[in-house]
């Protein structure tokens, strides 16, 4: 079910990957495409972005990439977790162009590895 949600959001999306400067934003670091911030969201929108659009974000890749059909499926990367993640990698000068949600899906699916 979020895959398909994931392919909506990216096929009502233009060619231009500067969405940051336009117009207001709506909860996350890019604005709302097909109900999520999250779709294409990357590292350069969320270096600009303010401490409370990157948790919108966090919460809308979790909510996209966790599954909708079963009431009691959790993600195995906190939302906290997620965070550090980004501001990690995104850190790096070169990790403009990086999406979010890859990085979310390889951080969770290493996370059972985690030493504790």
Same mark, same amino acid.
């Given at each position: 079910? !979020?895959?398909?949600?994931?392919?909506?959001?990216?096929? &009502?999306? &233009?060619?231009? *990957?500067?969405?940051?400067?336009? &117009? /207001? @934003?709506? %909860? &996350?670091?890019? /604005?709302?495409?097909? %109900?999520?911030?999250?779709?294409?969201?990357?590292?350069?929108? !969320? =270096? @600009?972005?303010? /401490?409370?659009?990157?948790?919108?974000?966090?919460? #809308?890749?979790? %909510? +996209?990439?966790?599954? +909708?059909?079963?009431?009691?499926?959790? *993600? $195995?990367? *906190? #939302?906290?977790?997620?965070?550090?993640?980004? +501001?990690?990698?995104?850190? +790096?000068?070169?990790? #403009?162009?990086?999406?979010?949600? =890859?990085?979310? $899906?390889?951080?969770?699916?290493?996370? *059972?590895?985690? #030493?504790?």
């Amino acid at each position: 079910m !979020w895959f398909a949600v994931l392919c909506a959001a990216l096929a &009502g999306c &233009g060619g231009d *990957s500067n969405h940051a400067s336009r &117009g /207001p @934003r709506t %909860g &996350g670091v890019r /604005p709302d495409v097909a %109900g999520t911030t999250a779709a294409l969201a990357n590292c350069g929108e !969320w =270096k @600009r972005a303010t /401490p409370r659009q990157r948790r919108r974000t966090v919460e #809308d890749l979790r %909510g +996209q990439l966790t599954s +909708q059909e079963d009431t009691k499926a959790r *993600s $195995v990367l *906190s #939302d906290e977790r997620a965070y550090e993640v980004f +501001q990690h990698a995104c850190r +790096q000068s070169y990790a #403009d162009q990086l999406r979010l949600y =890859k990085l979310y $899906v390889r951080a969770a699916a290493f996370e *059972s590895l985690r #030493d504790r």
